[in-house]
């Protein structure tokens, strides 16, 4: 259980919310400037392409997504918040025809993990970037290391137990293992390439049935419980809700997390 009372509770459980322990740690990482144009891989809402474009107020944030809601929600967002140096796009990283050598930055909030060819989508990003351009993203480390990911597949085990067989779907731990984000980024064209451990707590909801709720919109468990019949599926919600409970402190329901912070520039 984790009490951080000290701080106010994150309030409504979304994707921002979880994550709001490693914005800082990625704001800091990145230390956009003035001028800076910056580059938002897997933007989501937008929430980090917005903190960037007011750190480079005479310079701008693009944010890209795979996801058109998302993109659209980031839109609204910026016009709500005034932001005016910042643009979204409906996009895929990894063939998206950017501008060359138009960006000082990219950055991203464990927006990196699912191309179907990092290799190339990594070169890609970097024929955006400048000579010399910097990329800051934050990855998870191994799922092992991840409380939140041992968790749930523990809560799960027997319908993960039926699903064994079943294809695997992205993994956002593809970018855990140093030496292999070492050799993709080496390929793509990056150089200087460091890691900084990220210790920090993820955020999951106000209270036992917020962070149910959170978690059953995840695909994984989504398509976990649906290859259950009713009582099993019954007995994996409950283990759910148990260990939500062992997790829940002051602040609500909290897991622990690790993840890196990888940097590198572009050749």
């Not at 016009?79 to 998206?96: G, I, P, S, Y």
């Not at 920090?200 to 709720?213: F, K, N």
């Not at 059953?216 to 809700?241: D, I, W």
Request: aromatic share 8%; proline share 5%; hydrophobic share 45%.
């Amino acid at each position: 259980m984790r009490d951080s009372s000290s701080e106010p509770a994150p309030g409504p459980t979304d994707y921002d919310a979880e994550l709001r322990r490693h914005d800082r740690i990625l704001r800091r990482a990145a230390g956009v400037g003035l001028h800076d144009r910056v580059l938002d891989i897997g933007c989501g809402s937008g929430r980090t392409t917005r903190q960037a474009a007011r750190a480079a107020r005479a310079g701008s944030a693009l944010g890209v997504d795979v996801s058109a809601p998302a993109v659209e929600r980031a839109r609204e967002l910026a016009r709500a918040e005034d932001v005016r140096n910042v643009a979204f796009e409906h996009a895929d990283a990894q063939v998206h025809r950017f501008p060359p050598e138009r960006f000082d930055l990219a950055i991203s909030r464990f927006g990196t993990m699912f191309f179907d060819d990092p290799v190339a989508a990594f070169a890609n990003v970097g024929r955006a970037l400048r000579p010399a351009g910097r990329l800051v993203m934050m990855v998870w480390q191994p799922a092992e290391r991840n409380e939140w990911d041992v968790a749930i597949h523990r809560a799960l085990a027997e319908a993960q137990q039926e699903a064994a067989a079943a294809p695997a779907g992205p993994d956002p731990f593809s970018l855990g293992d140093r030496s292999t984000v070492e050799q993709i980024l080496g390929a793509a064209g990056f150089a200087d390439i460091a890691f900084t451990d990220v210790h920090e707590p993820v955020y999951y909801g106000s209270d036992v049935a917020a962070a149910l709720d959170w978690v059953r919109g995840f695909t994984c468990t989504s398509e976990a419980l649906g290859k259950l019949g009713p009582a099993a599926s019954e007995r994996a919600v409950a283990r759910l809700r148990e260990t939500f409970s062992a997790h829940l402190g002051k602040d609500g329901v909290w897991f622990d997390s690790r993840a890196w912070t990888v940097t590198a520039r572009r050749l």
